[in-house]
């Protein structure tokens, strides 16, 4: 609504903001809907009244506000690999080896403290995500 998020205003993006995910990423024990945030309902800004939560990919693939689900046997072309597939892939997957074109993922800055800490990969949840993209070679994985 771009009433609401005045952003989507701007013509020129692909309107509205799709995601994708697998049914296998979708189902997996870390991903989940929030409605709350620091003990609170979440805030319009951060995607009340519902958000996407998937810690181990970019924050992209975090979806605000759901409208729709869908589910097909086609992947989706997403919101961001439209605009700019090179940079923004529909995997996302957090790898600090794979550099965004224009900057290094290796490193993060920790909230808190502003300090700059390793990146690990799939964000430090590899145990328990890296079974879901097994016997996926020739997939960009990390993009």
Known sequence: DPDVARGQRQHW?????????TIKEAVN??????TGLYGKPIPK?????????VPWKY?????????RLSF????????????????????????PEVPHPRWSQARERMLDSGEKVPTRIYNGYGEYVAGLYKGMDGEDLFK
């Open 13 to 21: 993006y692909p309107w509205p903001y799709v995601e994708g995910l």
């Open 45 to 53: 800004q951060n995607g009340a009244p519902l958000r996407l939560v």
């Open 29 to 34: 024990e870390l991903a989940f809907i929030a």
């Open 59 to 67: 924050g992209f693939k975090n979806i605000k506000s759901l409208v």
């Open 72 to 95: 097909t046997d086609k992947r989706p072309k997403t919101f961001w690999e439209e605009i700019q597939a090179r940079e923004y892939g529909f995997w996302a997957n957090v790898n």
